[in-house]
């Protein structure tokens, strides 16, 4: 056996999907701690009442859902010793259960759409977007330079939407000026 085979494979950070049932609240306040693990929450704002005053507050997209960026042994000791009700999120694929997670440059795009406060944001299940009709694109110059997603015309709306997917979860879609638009082929 040679020394390469025999050296042991530094596990990798990742971002991993995860779940907090009616929990959300409790696991950001602990991912924000001092446990040194990175996580993202999509949340959208939202206009309550109360006492007859009006109120803005930011909310998840979708109860429960976080993404996670550490080392599936982190994770795992997290939960052990911290917080136990967060919970992988996982798939079946040749008969064996796999944790759900998402590229690094996905998410980055994904996050960095989510995170604008001067434009409107638009959330989307999968299922509404028809990615036959989209052309994947990237985005050159402007606020998101050197994106990819895709382009595709959204029901209700004018314009077309430069959307980031994270795929059977989540897409978010923002109006992007076409001349920033390079179609990949």
């Not at 949340?43 to 909310?59: D, E, H, L, N, P």
């Not at 009700?85 to 259960?97: A, E, I, P, R, Y």
């Not at 004018?158 to 923002?174: E, G, H, T, Y």
């Amino acid at each position: 056996m040679s020394r390469e085979q025999n050296r042991e494979v530094e596990p990798q950070e990742q971002w991993y999907v995860m779940r907090a049932y009616k929990s959300e609240k409790k696991a950001e306040e602990l991912l924000s701690g001092d446990h040194g693990l990175t996580y993202f929450i999509p949340k959208r704002k939202a206009i309550f009442t109360s006492g007859g005053k009006k109120y803005v507050r930011q909310v998840p997209v979708i109860h429960s859902l976080i993404f996670v960026r550490a080392t599936q042994q982190e994770i795992v000791a997290f939960k052990k010793d911290i917080y136990n009700s967060l919970q992988f999120v996982t798939w079946k694929c040749n008969d064996k259960l796999l944790y759900l997670t998402v590229p690094d440059d996905q998410m980055n795009s994904f996050i960095e759409v989510c995170e604008q406060q001067d434009r409107e944001v638009t959330f989307h299940r999968p299922d509404e977007i028809q990615l036959k009709k989209g052309e994947k694109v990237r985005v050159h110059g402007g606020a998101f330079n050197t994106m990819e997603g895709y382009f595709v015309k959204m029901a209700h709306k004018r314009s077309k939407q430069f959307v980031v997917i994270i795929p059977d979860i989540l897409a978010a879609s923002i109006e992007v000026e076409p001349e920033y638009i390079e179609i990949i082929r």
